[in-house]
């Protein structure tokens, strides 16, 4: 059974900090792409960050770029994303997602954990 799971997420003050966790089972991590998306209610999910299989390739979006960073642990089957100097505008729903390098495979989804900026 596939399992994508995500944790961390909650209320924080603008200028804080979160660390997101992403706990995965069921398949073979180290031949995935991680990634992290988010979504505000009337928006398309997009890309906040992503790492290659063996964690020697990073990339972030422009909004996030210098305050938030990937990891990852092959070793245990988790992705990471800290977040610091959090903004309002970071306030969304964010899913962990798996990637296949090969096409014979699934996308796979987490279900998602809401972080909300806030004073």
């Known amino acids: 059974q596939v399992q994508l799971v995500e944790s961390g997420g909650g209320l924080v003050q603008p200028g804080g900090s979160l660390r997101l966790s992403c706990t995965a089972s069921?398949?073979?991590?180290?031949?995935?792409?991680m990634s992290w998306y988010r979504q505000n209610p009337g928006k398309e999910r997009m890309l906040v960050a992503a790492?290659?299989?063996?964690?020697?390739?990073?990339n972030y979006a422009d909004s996030v770029k210098g305050r938030f960073t990937i990891s990852r642990n092959n070793a245990k089957n988790t992705v990471d994303l800290q977040m610091n100097s959090l903004k309002p505008e970071d306030t969304a729903v964010y899913y962990c997602?798996?990637?296949?390098?090969?096409?014979?495979?699934?996308?796979?989804w987490g279900q998602g954990t809401q972080v909300t900026v806030s004073a």
């Open positions: 790492i290659a299989p063996a964690g020697g390739n990073t």
């Open positions: 997602k798996a990637t296949p390098l090969s096409t014979r495979f699934s996308d796979y």
């Open positions: 069921g398949f073979t991590f180290t031949g995935y792409v």
